[in-house]
């Protein structure tokens, strides 16, 4: 996920995932297992979510889920 799309989804809809905002607009997400997996499935078709230049965030591969 692109750093900067999740910053400014985060500041839109604070409540969307529990999360806590660290410096250099770091963010990590201290909400349930299942609720950041509803939060990136969710977000998963989202092409603006997922954005390959960040190295640091998450990203998207072709793997199967673990739900499959």
């Given at each position: 996920?692109?750093?900067?799309?999740?910053g400014k989804e985060l500041?839109?809809?604070?409540?969307?995932?529990?999360?806590?905002?660290?410096?250099?607009?770091?963010v990590v997400f201290t909400g349930r297992t299942e609720a950041v997996q509803a939060f990136i499935k969710q977000h998963l078709n989202d092409a603006e979510a997922w954005d390959e230049m960040y190295g640091d965030g998450l990203i998207r591969t072709g793997g199967k889920s673990a739900d499959k």
């Open positions: 996920m692109g750093l900067d799309w999740l500041k839109q809809h604070p409540n969307a995932i529990e999360h806590v905002l660290l410096p250099e607009d770091r």
